[in-house]
């Protein structure tokens, strides 16, 4: 599994506009077959931040998704709403998804 997290600063005028405006590339990456996931959240530390976690099932389906016209459309939308160029990290890994974390189990209530 290819596993991309990403670091999306944007410009405060547009910290609104953010997620409106990748709503069609998210949508559309998530229809993607090798597509295992593809998430937003943001950054409690700085509110201009937002944080993609993304997953593809192969090296092969990675590639299909960065040669799409949606990553290419969504490319030239987020150029005029980030204020730097995004940190990445793309590393590929064992498993076909979320797994359960041993350390931590929910107490009854």
Excluded: C
């Amino acid at each position: 599994m290819i596993f991309i997290a990403v670091k999306f600063t944007v410009h405060s005028a547009d910290r609104d506009n953010w997620l409106p405006a990748v709503e069609d590339f998210t949508l559309a990456t998530r229809k993607e077959p090798g597509n295992v996931f593809f998430e937003w959240s943001y950054s409690v530390e700085n509110p201009d931040q937002f944080v993609l976690l993304e997953a593809f099932a192969s090296p092969e389906a990675g590639e299909a998704h960065v040669k799409s016209q949606h990553f290419a459309a969504a490319m030239d939308t987020m150029a005029d709403l980030v204020a730097q160029t995004p940190e990445i990290i793309n590393v590929e890994v064992p498993g076909e998804g979320w797994s359960r974390m041993a350390e931590l189990t929910p107490r009854s209530r």
